[in-house]
């Protein structure tokens, strides 16, 4: 795992994400759970890539297979978000605390914060076990309660 590198995502790279992103198990965790459609997923993803505000990676092993991706969007000054898939043939393989190491270590924001779904055990232990801390608790409607961490390891 140690050889997992970061690349920036690609127009190209539209297929593969689009498919992670409607994969039921993604959805059922995900904050905007509904299905997208092809036409909107290109117009996000167009806009993403030129975007000062948000930075989208895929992750790949040492044979340039894809474990995954990172999403980290600007917040604020020096406040960044995490959102991660890895996909779906890799899960539960102890690829998703790899990714958010390999994202925190390119050191582009000095805060770093995730939201997971309380229903989302898998996710909030994973965040954890890259160093992350369980911050609070809210309640968001149309979500239910979310989990606010930040990472309170050494960049």
Excluded: C
């Excluded at 909107?40 to 040492?62: I, N, Q």
């Excluded at 239910?144 to 990472?151: A, N």
């Amino acid at each position: 795992m140690d050889r997992i590198k970061l690349r920036k995502v690609k127009m190209s790279d539209a297929a593969d994400l689009f498919r992670w992103r409607n994969d039921p198990e993604t959805r059922k965790v995900n904050f905007q759970s509904a299905p997208v459609k092809y036409k909107g997923h290109l117009k996000w993803l167009a806009s993403s890539l030129t975007s000062r505000d948000r930075l989208l990676f895929m992750a790949e092993d040492s044979n340039g297979e894809v474990i995954g991706h990172v999403r980290l969007d600007r917040l604020g000054k020096g406040i960044g978000e995490f959102g991660v898939l890895v996909v779906p043939e890799k899960r539960g393989r102890g690829y998703g605390p790899v990714l958010i190491k390999k994202a925190l270590s390119m050191r582009r924001f000095p805060i770093y914060l995730a939201r997971v779904k309380q229903d989302n055990p898998v996710s909030l232990k994973t965040f954890i076990r890259a160093g992350f801390v369980h911050v609070f608790d809210y309640e968001s409607r149309g979500n239910g309660r979310i989990s606010l961490l930040i990472y309170k390891g050494k960049l």
